[in-house]
């Protein structure tokens, strides 16, 4: 895992190129802390920081490869897990390896594939391979985005980088927030309309895409979608096909050159992951597999059980590593980090997120960091299994909105008069939803409650996923940790599109498909244990801390927050420790602590970004 930056410069109208390409490198050492690297031949200049996993030797970047008397140069982030297989083809074809790295089988594999490469890849990635002779870039994302890859055109330069902070060392490129960037920060956010910022003029190349940039401009293509096609397969034959991909999935990331481990919340889905994954480990003779869970001081004395939260996930963990025999560390959070790293957790993101809900990942990373460099995480299944509430409420499915995001009038009145009076977010919002669900294929054999399924599941895949992943990505390589999500096989997802929601939704249950298959092989009160989210504190000194920031910051009627929003509004917010924002702000954890938090990580981004904002 890295960080990969770049720019190409036809005109010749840059002082420095270099020291420009090292200050965008210099960046995102967070994402590679291990070795840097350039490459520099006018009109290209490619950099790379690295985050060593896979052949500590071999797979230094930028790679260089010549083949044909033509020269092609790659910076590349990212794990191919179908590796061998390409690398069948590629031998056969009188390609041969110096190597055991990714890098050199994918930058020989688009040497001999062209455009196509990403046809042939199963993997996360996001990289950028510069051919000398055609003077062209050919860059391409994985399937999900589950590596970032963002975008500028300046000036007649084409810049490049895995994140937006690279893109402002580079001349020229402002921190400019429009109206459509107010619009997505506080209409869509802490989600994001795919290939969109909320930063004028940047943007990202949208997952499952793949573009060229070239002296004749810059194209993008789109190389996989979801296709819908009637469903032929039997019960018993979905559950093997099921259980073939997801063991498949698990073992391919199991691979790494550094100590690897899981994480286990003791939910069925990292369950499943340490399952499979212990099992590898015993079969290979390999020493116990190695597993983490957050918890927080005080936890256990404040735990209320709710619907979205009905239980906590110590009982569960115990049982997981009681019967798989695994190196268990429990990893305790306490309330004064969780406060003091929201500030580090918007900076990995560059844009105000998800509170805590972020800062305590990204501490659980860097407290994993100190024993492993790569974990394997249970995220994504229930987005292409059907798990949330949103699936089964009615409510939610008739909400006629994002269900994950559904306090827009709140959100509007969030904002100060002077904005809200020029934007209108339910509109944006709106607009945004329908777009989302025109692509969506709805085929004529399909039943009526499957035709709608597919709908949820569709925003599900291509917006609430894209945050976790976002979310993943952001928080683990800043401490220059990997996370893999098993779940997220493009393979494994692209098949249970097309299962019909009534065996998806087995018995009725969330993720009723999944538990059946997993009833041999995982603990009966493993199987049955009603979803539970990603932990968060429940010890109220959480929110005293971040009432107490935000009422700091609101001492100051010069903070820049005033500018933004509705100043009586937060005070409101403030008197009723966040319940007069009466509904949550995403998803069904940023309730009023983490509200609070999100608005001090907005002003925190203020004054760290210095934004222009546009009406």
Not at 11 to 21: A, G
Not at 225 to 238: G, L, R, W
Not at 510 to 522: A, Q, S, T
């Amino acid at each position: 895992m890295c960080g990969i930056v770049g720019f190409v410069n036809y005109k010749k109208n840059l002082k420095n190129p270099v020291s420009i390409l090292n200050k965008m490198n210099y960046s995102l050492t967070k994402r590679g802390p291990d070795e840097s690297g350039i490459y520099s031949s006018c009109p290209a200049f490619l950099a790379h920081r690295r985050l060593v996993v896979i052949d500590p030797i071999g797979g230094k970047q930028p790679m260089t490869y010549t083949y044909n008397e033509n020269e092609y140069s790659i910076v590349y982030n990212g794990q191919i897990y179908n590796v061998p297989e390409i690398k069948e083809i590629l031998t056969s074809n009188g390609f041969t390896f110096s190597t055991t790295s990714d890098t050199e089988v994918l930058l020989k594999a688009f040497v001999f594939f062209g455009y196509d490469v990403t046809k042939y890849l199963n993997g996360i990635f996001a990289f950028a391979i510069w051919n000398k002779e055609k003077e062209e870039l050919f860059l391409a994302r994985d399937h999900f985005g589950i590596k970032p890859l963002f975008y500028s055109l300046q000036n007649d330069n084409f810049i490049f980088a895995s994140e937006i902070k690279a893109l402002f060392e580079f001349p020229g490129i402002e921190k400019i927030v429009d109206k459509n960037g107010l619009c997505e920060l506080f209409g869509i956010g802490p989600a994001h309309t795919a290939g969109t910022t909320i930063f004028k003029n940047i943007y990202e190349l949208k997952p499952a895409h793949f573009a060229i940039f070239n002296k004749y401009g810059f194209h993008v293509h789109k190389y996989w979608k979801f296709t819908s096609k009637p469903y032929v397969d039997s019960f018993a034959e979905t559950c093997d096909k099921i259980k073939f991909l997801l063991e498949d999935s698990i073992k391919r990331q199991l691979v790494s050159d550094v100590p690897l481990c899981v994480l286990l919340s003791g939910g069925l889905d990292s369950s499943i992951i340490t399952a499979y994954a212990s099992n590898y480990y015993k079969k290979n003779d390999l020493p116990a597999l190695n597993t983490f869970s957050v918890d927080y001081v005080d936890n256990d004395k404040n735990f209320v059980k709710s619907d979205f939260q009905p239980n906590s996930d110590n009982e569960f963990i115990n049982l997981m590593v009681n019967k798989y025999g695994t190196n268990h560390t429990k990893i305790v959070l306490d309330t004064p980090d969780l406060a003091k790293y929201l500030e580090d957790a918007m900076i990995a993101r560059d844009v105000p997120g998800m509170a805590d809900v972020d800062s305590s990942l990204l501490l659980l990373c860097k407290n994993v960091k100190n024993y492993a460099t790569v974990a394997l995480s249970g995220e994504c299944a229930d987005e292409i299994l059907g798990g949330y509430p949103w699936f089964f409420r009615n409510d939610a499915l008739n909400s006629n909105t994002f269900p994950w995001s559904i306090a827009i009038s709140e959100r509007q009145h969030l904002l100060n008069e002077s904005i809200s009076s020029n934007i209108n977010l339910n509109d944006y919002i709106d607009f945004r939803y329908k777009e989302s669900l025109s692509e969506v294929e709805i085929l004529d054999t399909d039943s009526k409650e499957t035709a709608e399924k597919r709908k949820i599941s569709y925003l599900t895949l291509n917006w609430f996923m894209q945050t976790l992943l976002d979310r993943s990505d952001r928080m683990s390589m800043y401490n220059g940790f990997e996370l893999r999500v098993p779940f997220c096989d493009y393979r494994l997802a692209e098949y249970l599109w097309n299962v019909p929601w009534e065996i998806k939704a087995y018995k009725g249950r969330e993720k009723g498909l999944l538990r059946y298959i997993m009833k041999d092989i995982l603990p009966d009160k493993i199987v049955n244990r009603k979803k539970s989210p990603y932990p968060k504190t429940h010890n109220p000194s959480y929110l005293k801390a971040v009432k107490n920031m935000l009422a700091k910051i609101m001492q100051n009627k010069n903070a820049p927050i005033n500018d933004l929003l509705n100043r009586n509004y937060i005070l409101e917010i403030l008197d009723t420790d966040g319940s007069a924002f009466t509904r949550p702000w995403f998803g069904q954890l940023m309730t009023g602590p983490q509200l609070m938090a999100y608005l001090c990580q907005v002003n925190m981004w203020l004054e760290k970004y210095e934004p222009k904002i546009e009406l």
